[in-house]
């Protein structure tokens, strides 16, 4: 039988899923220990709705919700997709697996510099341990995913990193 040809898109997609999800999941879980259910939708949803307008979208807190929680997907497919089309490049240029490491550190640093930034900010009122472990637990479980979907490039950053072209 032959192989189907590979969907990236679909495979961006799923990969944003998994990272918006395991950040909302993880917000969820935070915001009601904390003893408030959906506070940072909320607060972010606020940020959404001035922008978009409130005469848009209204001023609720379910509008509040739906348009920040619209807006955080969307951001991921995209970032998923951004990540599976280097993924699959990385595939047939192995030295890019190099790079995307790179990127994983810097977007882990980034999102933990621009928390501490916020700090000082409305937004100060969300902890930036919070912040950084959310964007970690996506992160992480979006490269997990590449990872299994893409067996092949284990051996291929092995190769890259001893530096050998067997």
Do not use: C
């Amino acid at each position: 039988m032959a192989e189907r040809p590979h969907n990236f898109l679909r495979e961006g997609i799923i990969t944003g899923f998994i990272g918006a999800t395991a950040i909302a999941v993880w917000f969820l879980i935070v915001d009601t220990i904390a003893g408030h259910p959906f506070y940072t939708p909320i607060f972010l949803g606020k940020g959404v709705v001035s922008i978009l307008g409130k005469n848009m979208m209204g001023d609720t807190a379910f509008t509040q919700v739906l348009g920040y929680t619209v807006f955080h997907y969307v951001a991921f497919f995209i970032v998923g997709i951004l990540l599976t089309v280097i993924v699959h490049q990385a595939e047939r240029t192995p030295g890019i697996l190099a790079g995307l490491l790179v990127a994983f550190v810097m977007m882990t640093l980034g999102f933990y510099m621009i928390a501490a930034a916020f700090a000082q900010s409305a937004l100060g009122q969300m902890s930036w341990v919070q912040i950084f472990i959310a964007n970690l637990l996506a992160s992480s479980l979006m490269l997990w995913y590449l990872w299994r979907k893409h067996p092949k490039l284990d051996h291929q950053l092995k190769r890259e990193l001893e530096g050998t072209d067997d």
